[in-house]
């Protein structure tokens, strides 16, 4: 295969990283004039590079390291598209906090590029450079406010744990190659159905650790609350959607298609990680009272459905695992979306306590924050309710009923403290009036609120088919 | 034919949602005016189809299915119309005096302030009392019977301010769903048998599953029976049998006109009509007929002495109910369901007219209930004094016995007490009812005619000054009676609501009484036709040679049930005796009330045992207040504080949920902040998930 | 038992100790030194390999970058050292058991690498007359390109990480402008005042 066609192939992450060079350029020579213009043309090269993604060739290039396919194609679309939504939520946020950079959009762009070689990901090289491209970007975003204390201790502790479990994700692929005497996926699949032992499975287990760190599945968790408080709430946005998603369809396609015949094996260990971070996310949440706090073990808990759904080991669980997951992103983020909003005296609103009331001082916000509650929740005819239902069909399907019935005691404190975000903010006394709210931040927050009640309905007609297009792509049965 | 019965059947349907919906925006007089229209309406139409049906061209039994409402394999149920000679009875009595009660209440009520309301409810219940007698399934039946229900409760408890009155209306609806349970067991029952709940369907089966017999806790049982019992005790519920009977006097915590339509004439007399119309099913359930026969007889001897002692006018008349509903469902049980239709038919006309005269009194007593307090009012209230009077020869059952002419109880009370004895050539029960019905009768000769004296001779009572002042006082006499009378004056709970008949506010008031408007008056006047005529006009066509062309198959009767020919063939002394007893209580009450005054009273204040225990109403409430309401608090209070709160709350809900928050705080904790806390988690997890997979996979 | 056999075992035994100082020594400057010590052993492992550029390339980039950058940050930040260890003797029983218990699993697992691996019999590319640095460059920029180019992505995010996160632009500092320092001419840098005796020179 020659270098032009392969280069369509990815075309993609070649218009993000080129993008990227020219747009750093613009940086540098313009300065901090330049923010906005980065910033727009950050978001340019996104959905052009979406536009690649949706309409370009598929096919597999680099060797099979590079794989376009339905998979690929559906993700990178989100995941491109929940990028823009990114910059357009941080950049003016951080216009506002006086510290606006032209790296912010690039960082993002970075992140995206690392994201489209995760989900693109054939062999395990690309599967750890997509990884690390990704983190590292995040890394820097999470401490991007660097005269905050906590967002630099944020930053820090993310990387050092993300350094650990880029540590274990490399000795499982070690191990891996070791074993299989390649680090293509195919290749491996071979291997390990040619019976090449339990000392692959090993291998597995560290890389299942590794990427269970990336989506913050428990108990590879820890990092994920202290991140979320100390990060600044935009950047939260950003890294509680798409690179979750990014590393929902990586693990998917690592385990789809480089161990088809060890389903069995891995089976157990996902759905033993989707048990415990069903609980913890459940559980640790009830006593919350800081909302990032909160949402990050939402995202635990969540992370845990769709690792459910994955553990099913079928078509319909990956189709479900990406309808879960596309409708979680629009919903978390509408959700951190509604926390960049609002603001008292300067200082963001984060405690239960300041959203007491919230109802009479801002209804539109507390209308949006209460669909998107009602929606995270689980109640009909919210998108949470759907996703939920894709979710547990799956497993149910596929033999997993004990897990699904464990899920669905897990959603009961949930709701608790999903109900408790209404109640503070429906019935308590107010606790005094907010700033002024930005129009870009509330516009994607109500945006959110109204997709998951009811433009959800529409929007997953299109949903389904597509994802199980996708989900066909791994070529489970 | 079918727009006829759907309108008859709907217009009060259509009455009460204008009245209740829009009652506001019409106004008093306008809601007024519709429903009553259109009860007459409907009464006119359900005049128009009796006729039709018993002498016309219409078919002996017919049916205007309107809507499907329950389809489920054999459970099929229908809103249909059904009409026979029992509907067309039962509806010409339900909107006859539904129509003159709605007439009545323009009078009695005018003071109210929320009428639109009062005859919004009159009108849904002559609805659902309408649904009931035409059903054509038990569950169009049920669904009349619990709207009766429903509409009673609304009725008893309108004056809601009162909390007497909203403890009546809770009583009323608790009793009846005790029999409302045995009425859904026997419908379950029905229903297991026979594999539908339609009357077409289900009575011709019956003589084919007349021996079935079940087995349950090693004791076989006949099903016809068990069904026929259990039904039974829904009948029991709502036509206030014994046992089941204590709501009925409470009941009278509602406005007059309602105990009149409600708890006289119609709603309490549809367990009666139930039990008739289900004669293809008694007929073939002997142990069931002996339930009856016993309850009722029971019933109506019970409710006779209990009323003896009774000094609330309404109270009276509510005992006198009880006591003639006992009649109709003896006279059911021995087999004679014509001669109970009969008495259902001649009773709804004089109950009524003595309820509305009663009413009339109060209303021109200034809502004074307590018959102490009345007296010498034939002055004041000819016109109710002689339609009361009527009422009162009615319920007695004076008649000459030589013209074989007299008043509607005369016939309808000798056929039953005939009836009855000439069961008892086939089985002596059938003579124990009738020594009991004849005793009864002269207990009821003897209180009804006591309330009459007490209320129009004598002496004016509530012309003495301090009439009010001491009423409690000697009321305090009776330690007993708290409960009793503490409700008899209806206007002490809502002196704002009436303020114009309140007299606990200004004693100087002019007390005089007076006579009531003629819209009370004029229904006073078409019932005491009713009272005078029914029985002689229409006793051959209930009970007499002309009853097969009168009833054309509503009623089974058996082959070898040949009680209401027996009744008239028997000795002539069987058909004096009623009488004699009649007028021998007549006597005595002329005796204790009119010659000899002031003897009853003192009876009455040294208390004697058997009085106080007269008064006292056997002590039911008493005993059922320990026996029932104490320990079903007491077991309520062991589940709630032990059960549910301790044991489930405490290990369910509040169990999890603490632990549930404590394993949160737990995670919380572990959540430390230091960064090699987190690192040695995740090779904790590590660690487990490898020993896990290696125990897993070493398989 | 060859010579390359105990050369293996020596360096081997050499780089597990140094590798357990790195974490144990007192003295951080000689946990750093520790660490050379392993990258240099680790080198060593691989000339024995036959992969002399990931030796030299270990050396170069670990040892002579990476470490020496390591020994001046310790060096330079004042670290309060002796608190940050004052929990190790309280985490060391349990640490120390999930320590061991990682170890026996990894063994298990390295013994049944040895024993069944793929890649133990996977032939080392070098040819007949093909260098080891050729054989890897031929495939770097050929059939891993990609890879290649994603890498260096990921070097470029780390210095753009770098510079948002440490790079201040303080007012009031002096800078160094090559272009005004050269354009710099007579007229404009240069004032001849008339000074008055007892007056002084006012701006």
Redesign the interface.
Known sequence: MD?TS?LQI?LP?VIL?LG?LVL?VVGAFGGEKSTGLVGLGAGAVLVEAAAAACWGPMGQ???G??VADAAAQFSKVAIYLMSAVAIALGAPWLRRKRSA?F?YP??VL?AA??MG?MVSAGDL??LY??I??QS??L??LA??Q?DDSRSSEA?LKYFVLGALSSGLLLYGAS?I??????VRFADIAA?VHAG????VI?GLVFLICGMAFKVSAAPFHMWTPDVYEGAPTPIVAFITAAPKLAAMVLFARALALGFPGATGQWQQVIVVIALISMAVGALAGLVQRNLKRLLAYSSILNIGYALMAMAAGTEGGMQAMLVFMVLYMIDVTGFFACLTALQRDGRPMERLEDFAGLVRVRPGLALAITALSLSLLGLPPFSGFWSKYYVFKAAIAGGLWPVAVFGLVASVPAAFYYLRILKTMWFDEPAGATDRTPGDASAIGMGAALFSFPLVLPALAALDPLATLAARAFGLA | MKLILTLLVFLPLLGAALAGLFGRRLRDRASQAITTGLLFISCALAWWTFYQTIWGGWPAHAVVELLSFIQVGDFQSTWSIRLDSLSAVMGVVVTSVSALVHLYSWGYMAEDPSKPRFFAYLSLFTFAMLMLVTANDFMQLFFGWEGVGLASYLLIGFWFKKPTANAAAIKAFVVNRVGDFGFALGIMTVFWMFHTIRFPDLFPQIAAHAGRSWTFAGRSWSALDLAGVLLFIGAMGKSAQFFLHTWLPDAMEGPTPVSALIHAATMVTAGVYMVCLLSPLYEYAPQARTVIVVIGAVTSLFAATVGLAQNDIKRVIAYSTCSQLGYMFFAAGVGAYQAAMFHLFTHAFFKALLFLGAGSVIHAMHHEQDMRRMGGLARYLPITFAVMTIGTIAITGLGVPGLNWGFAGFYSKDSILGAAYAAGAREPLGYFAFVVGTAVAGLTAFYSWRLAFMTFNGPPEWARADAHAHGHADQGAHALSDHATSAQIETHAEPDETPDHSHSGDHGHDLKPHESPWTMLVPLFVLSAGAILAGAVFMPHFVGPWREAFWRGAIFVGRNNKVLDGAESGPSWVGLAPLVASVAGLAIAAYYYLFARGLARRIAERGGPLHTFLYNKWFFDELYDVVFVRTARWFGGLFWKGGDQRTIDGLGPNGVSAVAAWAGRGLGLLQTGYL?HYA?VM??G??GL??YA?TVWAR | MGLQAIAFYVLAVVTVASAFGVTTARNPVHSVLFLILTFFTAAGLFVLLGAEFLAMLLVVVYVGAVAVLFLFVVMMLDVDFASLRA?FAR?LPI?GA?AV??LI?MI??SG??AE???????KPLSGENISNTEAIGRVLYT?????F???G??L???M??A????LKHRPGIKRQTVADQTGRSVRGGLQVVQVKVGEGIAE
Do not use: M, N, P
């Open positions: 270098l392969a990815a992450e990283a990227t750093i290039a680099f060797h390291g590079f950079k790296e690039l960082l970075l590029t690392g070689v090289i690309s450079i997509g690390e491209l590292l970007a890394y820097v401490a991007f660097r930053g191990l190659y070791g074993f299989a005497g390649s291997a090449a032992g339990q000392g090993f | 090699y040695f090779l904790l590590v660690l490898l020993t290696l | 929990g985490y640490g999930v218990f990682l699993e298990l697992v049944a690498v069944r691996g793929a890649a133990a019999h996977v059939d891993y390109l990609y890879d180019q994603i890498a992505l990921v470029l995010v780390a753009i990480g510079i948002v996160l440490t």
